[in-house]
């Protein structure tokens, strides 16, 4: 792109840069300039510039030929193609909260595809269990496209009823790669409610806690004493009220709602956050509730040998996906290859049960609701 842009160049060539350029998608810039002299300047920009300098248009001699171009853009395909890719470890491949373990095999499907469209390749395709990131996995191999310049637009494309594992479709895609992995911080004003910010569940656990153990709030430190003088103590509404409004305070900023769906403990109450933070008393976890509502549910009915060796295999299947991606379903499992060669063909296990596996399993959960 070529613009004479005489009368003033410092509105017009942020103009050139930022807008025209968004529109017509060229790779280089070339705008004359008054020189200050009387005469005339060349001046050239880059697109795909990277670092503190690229923002700025630089003088050239003259216009680059069609030949050093093409060569150009050659030679920053060879620079792309040997620079180490940093790949962001809070969108995928790095600790899961929620599954409690390094989700590693995120980061190796990332540089695999990385490496192989470097070398220019351009059809691949991947393949994932449900509940095992595909979104996520995705989300962080497009920022890492765009920030180290392999690619300049992406078409993400996904159901129009609910992409992501049953996230929010194509805007809630968009907005937010993974909003299950989100607190959402909040504070109530004169003026109504205020959204803070989103944090990953791990940042807010993390604030939650510190604040805990290192508040100077002389009330807060007095119940930390109570509860480390005595396990069994039990606060009084107004000091459960008091956790309550200090948590929701500037400092931390967490309802006890957020609370539960951070620990994973929907039955939990503020205290029992807080004195897992103090290490009194643990908070079972995701798997450990589902393990001891499945035997409670087990022992409720005669089931067969066989009857209960399958709903063990579809309990272990909903442990898997429930602590990494909250929600899974019988259709959703049998549909899945991996799942239905662990587990076994749907018209086989229906049968074992006379035609009523999904009421059974429908039952099942609501026994894992009621441990949690």
């Not at 595909?134 to 996904?158: D, G, Q, Y």
């Not at 948590?247 to 967490?254: E, G, K, Q, S, W």
């Not at 509502?293 to 063990?312: C, H, V």
Request: hydrophobic share 45%; proline share 3%; net charge neutral.
């Amino acid at each position: 792109m070529i613009e004479n842009k005489l009368d003033d160049p410092a509105k017009a060539l942020p103009k050139l840069r930022l807008k025209y350029s968004r529109v017509l998608k060229p790779r280089f810039l070339y705008a004359c300039a008054a020189d200050g002299a009387g005469g005339l300047k060349v001046l050239f920009f880059d697109l795909a510039w990277r670092g503190v300098d690229a923002a700025d248009f630089r003088v050239v001699d003259s216009f680059m030929s069609l030949t050093d171009m093409k060569l150009k853009i050659e030679q920053d395909k060879l620079k792309r193609q040997e620079q180490e890719i940093c790949i962001d470890t809070m969108l995928a491949g790095g600790f899961d909260p929620a599954a409690g373990k390094e989700r590693a095999y995120q980061l190796t499907c990332i540089l695999i595809l990385l490496n192989l469209y470097r070398e220019g390749k351009m059809k691949m395709l991947v393949h994932m269990a449900t509940g095992l990131g595909k979104t996520r996995t995705m989300v962080a191999l497009v920022k890492a496209l765009l920030e180290h310049a392999l690619a300049r637009r992406i078409l993400f494309v996904v159901d129009n009823g609910g992409g992501g594992g049953g996230g929010g479709g194509v805007d809630g895609i968009l907005d937010n790669p993974d909003p299950a992995s989100l607190i959402q911080r909040v504070q109530i004003t004169e003026d109504g409610i205020k959204i803070i910010d989103n944090i990953p569940i791990a940042k807010a656990r993390e604030l939650f806690e510190e604040g805990v153990k290192s508040t100077m709030d002389p009330r807060i430190a007095l119940l930390r004493r109570k509860a480390w003088e005595d396990k069994d103590y039990q606060p009084t509404e107004e000091e459960l009220s008091l956790i309550k409004e200090w948590a929701a305070a500037p400092d931390v900023i967490l309802t006890e709602e957020q609370l539960q769906r951070i620990y994973e403990y929907p039955a939990g109450s503020v205290w029992d956050f807080f004195l897992a933070v103090l290490g009194v008393k643990k908070i079972p976890t995701t798997r450990e509730l589902i393990e001891a509502g499945f035997e409670s549910y087990l022992g409720l009915y005669n089931f067969t040998d066989e009857q209960a060796k399958a709903l063990r295999k579809i309990k272990d299947v909903f442990v898997a996906n429930l602590s990494s991606r909250g929600r899974v379903d019988l259709d959703t499992i049998f549909a899945d290859p991996i799942y239905a060669r662990l587990i076994g063909d749907f018209e086989e296990i229906n049968r074992k049960f006379d035609g009523k596996l999904r009421e059974v399993v429908d039952d099942m959960q609501g026994s894992f609701r009621k441990a949690a």
